[in-house]
């Protein structure tokens, strides 16, 4: 169902578009750090927040995307449509409410999770949590946006997108950090502008009727409840699944703040790093969903499964190389961040086990079970992902971290063990053949 080009012209921008969201990323670590290791910390430990939730919106618009790619797949463009407005709907609504839970309880929520860290860095992530919770309803939208795009087989309008958002936030950054003075306020307010802006402009282009997944009217997104139980049935387990992902790694987080200021530095330096050491099998996992989603919609299991070892395969390819760079390079790239010598040494020791097991673990820890996902198979991969978080990660990360006295070092290692039971589940259930035949009910 597709060619060569077909998936280098999904591929290639979705790598493009993970490349430049995890630079700007780091560059906007970079400037907060200017601003001394309370900022960094601080919008650190918001961040673990802020992703928790953002991936709750975008497991619903990964169910929208689903079923979009399905019916897309059984020839029926018009239902590809209707969901698709469904799916504006329901992340609308549930972001509207998120986000006002947050707006108006946020310092009781920071409160509640790290109650050990010094009043300096809780400053900080209050101001910060404030401006970006502000931002929810915005990031919710437009990944549901892009998500429809991808469906369609079309990840070159998110990269635009992603591009002209990141350009405002490192803009907007550089006027309030340095320019105001603002700190990590001024690191919210930008990421809250260039949401509003990206949002406005992908839900502009989803209306051009040339698409295959259009929408007529924001003003008549009727509700249609057959539709939304379809998206549901993927978008709930998969946000169980991102959410309880994410709630693990900030009760880890919890566990690195009761370490000390630079074990907190060290660690939020080292996942910005980490995020760029996986963009290619994030991105070719992204892709995944839209081929296998196809595949399965035509009743083409074979091929869904041909697709999704041939992806897999180009996604180790790519890690491999990918860290053996970053494993080269890790200390010049540390030493862009201003952390202290304690921090930095810390930080040199993390990312030189992540390149490894990164290379040699995550794409089948991660790329892979996207195929069962994009095949409705979302409730098997939600158990194993719950489970490997509370047995391996949370669990593991005590024992190693707290009790034999590793420290952040141990939470690290503790998550290559959720890794590892992560692959064995998943690799024996794609064999299994199990997850084919899922796909979503006829409407």
Known sequence: MFSKKDLQRLIIPLIIEQFLAITI???????VSSCGEAAVSGVSLVDAINILLINIFSALATGGAIVSSQYIGREEPH???????????????????????????????????????????MDNAKIYFLLTAMSYPFI????????????????????????????????GNALFIFGFGMGAAGAALATLISRIIG????????RRPVNIIHIDSYLRLEFHPTMVKNILEIGIPNGM????????????????????????????ICNSIAGFAIIPGSAIGLAMLTVVGQCVGARRYDEAKRYIFKLTGLAYLMMIVLNILILLVRDPIIGLFNLSAEAAGMASQIM?????????????????PNGLRAANDVKFTMVVSVL???????????????????GVLGTWFAMFLDWVFRILFFAMRLHSNKWQHKSIAES
């Not at 086990?353 to 790329?367: D, K, N, R």
């Open 25 to 31: 990323g780091m560059a906007d670590t970079v400037m």
């Open 79 to 121: 239902k590809a449509c209707e969901a698709a407005k469904q799916l504006v709907l329901a992340v609308l609504g549930l972001s509207l409410i998120v986000g006002a839970v947050c707006v108006f309880g946020g310092g009781q929520i920071l409160s509640l999770i790290y109650r050990t860290i010094e009043p300096e860095v």
């Open 140 to 171: 919710a939208l437009y990944n549901a946006g892009a998500a429809l795009f991808r469906a369609m087989g079309n990840s070159r309008i998110s990269m635009v997108t992603s591009i002209f958002m990141n350009c405002i936030n490192i803009a």
């Open 199 to 206: 949002a406005i402009f992908i839900l502009a282009l989803l």
């Open 241 to 268: 699944e991102n959410g309880m992902f994410q709630l693990g790694k900030i009760i880890v987080q919890g566990m690195v703040a009761s370490y000390g200021t630079s074990s907190i530095a060290a660690n939020a």
């Open 352 to 368: 030189f086990w992540h390149s490894i097991f990164t290379a040699t673990l995550w794409p089948a820890a991660f790329t892979m």
């Open 388 to 406: 490997s978080m509370w047995i391996c990660r949370i669990c593991m990360s005590y024992v190693l971290g707290t009790l034999l006295g590793l």
